[in-house]
């Protein structure tokens, strides 16, 4: 109501525009169409016209249209034009662009048709030695999770298919995981029994669901906010519980602490139990720990221990031990008869109450599963020259664990120590996960009776093996011999709290850790002092003594090398009066450097693109406080993108800081500025004699 005829009209033409472009992609060329407003006189209508670019509108007649001041709207289309007739074209266009982009959302269209045979002989060998390992590890680690040995089988035959598939690494094992089981099973210690295996399917689930929506939303960075010292420590500290927990299952004590239990407390009661140790576990368990501590200490030096399936030994040795001995008699626990039916697939039973309880536990598995697993991924993607997207990953882990969930597989992702013997088996491609997958369904179906007198203490050995394997001291040594004290600290308090306070709560501490080291180095404006080299003639940064050398000539060059924001500004005019008092950004307040006062500043803002509202105001403040103490300030290559430089031109900087005081280069700037110090101070002292001679 109220509005003009013409103002109707242009409601009613763009409704209809916007019309036009919902019923056909055909038409959404028209936002970077010329259209022209024209009025009739005669009948009061006012009418449209698009000219399509020539690629869209070729020898094809214009869209036009008309409207009333009713505001009617009513459209004219030339036959050429017409939405119908050229639906086969936008679906033979949207087919074509399907076809193209859709080897990128799933791998296996891309790499499948151009596989050879000579790939093959490479993956199968790779694949038959990851299986030695997996098999009797995911026996092994269905025990950290607290679920049933035949668990650990499935989780490692769907996920790993749908990897194959999905997954964009072609070393990469894909499986049960140490740390990301401990996670499952301390995550749900307050489950009851009877809902127990419901709760992880639902755990599965979730995990499932985030790392999809992470990956669909490309939020594949977030491996980069976990710094690797923080990483480091939580992978430290999470080793030192797995082997806490296998410390009863080797030496045969039973244990009275709960599943909540801290490292502390495992470890205190080791140390009062293990006198009563069982001999005969302790001799399985010790030997198949040597055993497998003794090929992982010479597996980087001897070329064969390489290729040797270390655990696959261990296992099938001490279940003939075993049964040759009669150990299930001598007191000896074994892995009994293992129901080895396929699981039933079923959807897992999501509720208010299982959702509220896994939710927790779900978004840090996959925040930590994914680290991890990205970390090995990239690493072999630059080994071998091919391109790993972080993105890519989340979305084939994330449909690896909600189809695992289905078939009863617990939360997965990638093993570090598999992963390398998948690559130095000689593993070409994804091919290697249906090998591995093809082998863990035959075990299910056919082998598990012939591990029935698999004894317990060997599987403990396993995982422990598992939890030395994540140690690195690389990590430590680096830190020590750059002197990154503070990276080592954040290592040692990441380690410290995930010891003694539990996996997630040292997992949640490092994040908040980290993310506060992120923001604080964030929220720092990058400035530098510059001063003239006299051998190049140019301008470089300098810090110490020379920068506060270059502080006392009375006038400032200073380079700004980033964009403003509102994060990082409100910081500057502390750091500029640090450069103006002490002459450097690095100078402590306590400092007494004498540094005289400054006449003019130079802004070299050559590498600012981009300022925000609050970052201009505080410019603004500053440019206005050194005005108010006669410091002339000058600017080089201020030449922001257009939108930036019209909030300049609103705000009123380029006014403030005058024309005549925006330059194209630093010497330029000196040169001016020196003029109007010069001129400045010529027009004190002749303000000085005057006063001199009047008072005389």
Known sequence: AGRSPLAEAQVGLCLGGCFCCVLSDRFCAVWSAGALMVEDEQDDSYSLEISLPADQAGERAPLTGRAQPSGEFHTTFSTEVDLYSHTPDNFATRWQTIKKRAPYYVPIIQWLPKYTLKDLPHDLLAGL?????????????????????????????????????????????????????????????????????????????????????????????????????????????????????????????????????????????????????????????????????????????????????????????????????????????????????????????????????????????????????????????????????????????????????????????????????????????????????????????????????????????????????????????????????????????????????????????????SMLQAISRTTLPQLSVLSKDPVTNTYNPVQGEDSRAAATSGLLIIKIDESLHFANAGQLKDLLRRIEFLGDVEAHPSEDCNIPPIQAVIFDAGNVSKLDNSATQILLEIIHNYKERGILVGFVRLQPNRSTKNLLHRSGLYTLVGVSNLFDNITEAKTALERQMALAAADANKGTDLLHESSA
């Open 129 to 513: 030695t990851t299986a030695m390992m997996i098999v009797p590890q995911g026996l092994s680690y269905a025990a950290l999770a607290h679920m049933p040995p035949v668990y650990g089988l499935y989780s490692s035959f769907v996920p790993l298919v749908v990897y194959g598939c999905m997954g964009t690494s072609r070393q990469l094992s894909v499986g049960p995981e140490a740390v990301v089981v401990l996670l499952t099973g301390m995550g749900l210690s307050s489950v009851p029994s009877e809902d127990y295996i419901a709760a992880v399917m639902v755990l599965t689930f979730v995990v499932g669901v985030i790392s999809l929506a992470f990956g669909i939303f490309r939020l594949g960075f977030i491996d980069n906010i976990l710094s690797r010292p923080l990483v480091e420590g939580f992978v430290l500290g999470s080793a030192l519980l797995i082997l806490s927990e296998q410390l009863h299952g080797m030496f045969g004590y039973h244990s009275t602490l709960e599943l909540d239990a801290s490292t502390v407390d495992r470890y205190v009661e080791f140390f009062q139990k293990v006198g009563s140790s069982h001999r005969e576990t302790v001799a399985f368990g010790l030997l198949s720990f040597a055993f497998l501590l003794l090929c992982h200490l010479a597996r980087p030096h001897v070329r064969f221990v390489k290729y040797l399936p270390s655990i696959m030994i261990v296992v099938v040795f001490s279940t003939l031990a075993s049964w040759q001995t009669g150990a299930r008699d001598n007191g000896v626990h074994v892995l009994g008869d293992v129901d080895g039916r396929f699981f039933t697939p079923q959807f897992p039973k999501l509720s208010a109450s299982s959702l509220n309880t896994v939710i927790g536990t779900a978004s840090i598995i996959t925040v930590v599963g994914f680290v991890e697993a990205t970390s090995i991924s990239k690493n072999y993607g630059s080994k071998y020259n091919y391109v790993v997207s972080a993105n890519r990953e989340l979305v084939a882990f994330g449909f690896s664990n909600i189809l695992g969930s289905i078939f009863g597989s617990f939360p997965v992702f990638a093993s570090l120590p598999r992963s390398a013997v998948n690559d130095m088996a000689g593993a070409r491609t994804q091919m290697v996960n249906f090998v591995v997958s093809m082998v863990v369904l035959f075990t299910n179906g056919v082998l598990l009776t012939l591990v029935t007198d698999l004894p317990k203490p060997t599987m403990s050995a396993i995982v422990a093996m598992a939890a030395i394997s994540l140690i690195h001291v690389d990590q430590i040594k680096f830190l020590w011999r750059v002197r990154g004290y503070r990276d080592g600290c954040l290592l040692v308090v990441v380690f410290v709290a995930t010891v003694s306070l539990g996996v997630e709560t040292g997992i949640l501490i490092g994040i908040a850790l």
